[in-house]
T-cell receptor
Framework: EDKVVQSPLSLVVHEGDTVTLNCSYE??????LLWYKQEKKAPTFLFML????IEKKSGRLSSILDKKELSSILNITATQTGDSAIYLC?????????FGTGTRLQVFP | GAGVSQSPRYKVAKRGQDVALRCDPI?????LFWYQQALGQGPEFLTY????????KSGLPSDRFFAERPEGSVSTLKIQRTQQEDSAVYLC?????????????FGSGTRLTVV
């Protein structure tokens, strides 16, 4: 059965800290791995990763896919209180997204 | 529209009541998806439309759940005889193409509470 596992489930840090969120998967076939940020209800798109080893960056956020290790990481440097959210990892399995449970990040001033 | 619009934002239903949740995708988006997100969990796939055709409904948890997209734009998710375990946020997402190469845009969801 296709599975996406995220760790840690929850993370509490202070502003300015750097965090690394992990996503590992057991999915036989997928087009891409996606990261979303969910603050209230609507997940908002962060990254789409299709190739192994190529880092994608957007400001203080970056992400990379490792197909050999069946995993991806999302890094956030110099965290801010506005980064507090649930971060979701999902595999695009042709006609559906398979989500992990998410990592709840809380950033305190 | 500018984004994916879902209504109502909140719905409280008595157990046994029927409910209908609406999704208005981004204009021109071919693919439309419904997901169910229980508290503390990631979204789980329910069903997928390409234009008006329902190509995958494998995630619908029971025959009480029914979805349609008759004209290939607005979609409705109907739940008959609601049960407490149906309480969740129901998210709709749309994509420009059937391949998802341009990503997926999610609506803000409908929070359904069955009492």
């Amino acid at each position: 059965e296709d599975k996406v596992v995220q760790s840690p489930l929850s993370l509490v840090v202070h502003e300015g800290d750097t965090v690394t969120l992990n996503c590992s998967y057991e999915v036989t076939n997928f087009r891409s791995l996606l990261w979303y940020k969910q603050e209230k209800k609507a997940p908002t798109f962060l990254f789409m990763l299709t190739s192994s080893g190529i880092e994608k960056k957007s400001g203080r956020l970056s992400s990379i896919l490792d197909k050999k290790e069946l995993s991806s990481i999302l890094n956030i440097t110099a965290t801010q209180t506005g980064d507090s959210a649930i971060y979701l990892c999902a595999l695009d399995n042709t006609d559906k997204l398979i989500f992990g449970t998410g990592t709840r990040l809380q950033v305190f001033p | 529209g500018a984004g994916v619009s879902q209504s109502p934002r909140y719905k409280v239903a008595k157990r046994g009541q029927d409910v209908a949740l609406r999704c208005d995708p981004i204009s021109g988006h071919v693919s439309l998806f419904w997901y169910q997100q229980a508290l503390g969990q990631g979204p789980e796939f329910l069903t997928y439309f390409q234009n008006e055709a329902q190509l995958d409904k494998s995630g619908l948890p029971s025959d009480r759940f029914f979805a349609e997209r008759p004209e290939g734009s607005v979609s409705t998710l109907k739940i008959q005889r609601t049960q407490q375990e149906d309480s969740a946020v129901y998210l709709c997402a749309s994509s420009l193409t059937q391949t998802g190469n341009y990503g997926y845009t999610f609506g803000s969801g409908t929070r359904l509470t069955v009492v």
